[in-house]
Nanobody, 125 residues
Framework: QVQLVESGGNLVQAGDSLRLSCAAS?????????MGWFRQAPGKEREFVATINWDGAVTYYADSVKGRFTISRDSAKSTTYLQLTRLNSEDTGVYYC?????????????????WGQGTQVTVSS
């Protein structure tokens, strides 16, 4: 069973950058999974942030992060990254990574089969 563990969350100031990591363990099958990042701000529902297909050729972003965040993956390390730049207070929240066995990009939570526990990002203004 594949498991996901996020890391890299921190308290930063507005305008700073951060890189989140999502490490997959429990087998090599995750190499063929699509990966996604979601976030949940205090008092709000979880929302889609970014997704990447199984071979890294296709990515898709929420409008709110387009041009500021970059999703990438290193299959050799079974790790997916989310580079966050020009952070602002609205980016504060718990960031979750998720894996979809289908391999294609997806923006709906229901599309994803496996979820991590999340990592906290707090942006102070």
């Amino acid at each position: 069973q594949v498991q996901l563990v996020e890391s890299g969350g921190n308290l930063v100031q507005a305008g700073d950058s951060l890189r989140l990591s999502c490490a997959a363990s429990g087998g090599t099958s995750s190499t063929y999974y699509a990966m996604g990042w979601f976030r949940q701000a205090p008092g709000k529902e979880r929302e889609f942030v970014a997704t990447i297909n199984w071979d890294g050729a296709v990515t898709y972003y929420a409008d709110s992060v387009k041009g500021r965040f970059t999703i990438s993956r290193d299959s050799a390390k079974s790790t997916t990254y989310l580079q966050l730049t020009r952070l602002n207070s609205e980016d504060t929240g718990v960031y979750y990574c998720a894996a979809a066995k289908s391999g294609a990009v997806g923006i709906s939570e229901r599309y994803y089969d496996i979820w991590g526990q999340g990592t906290q990002v707090t942006v102070s203004s």
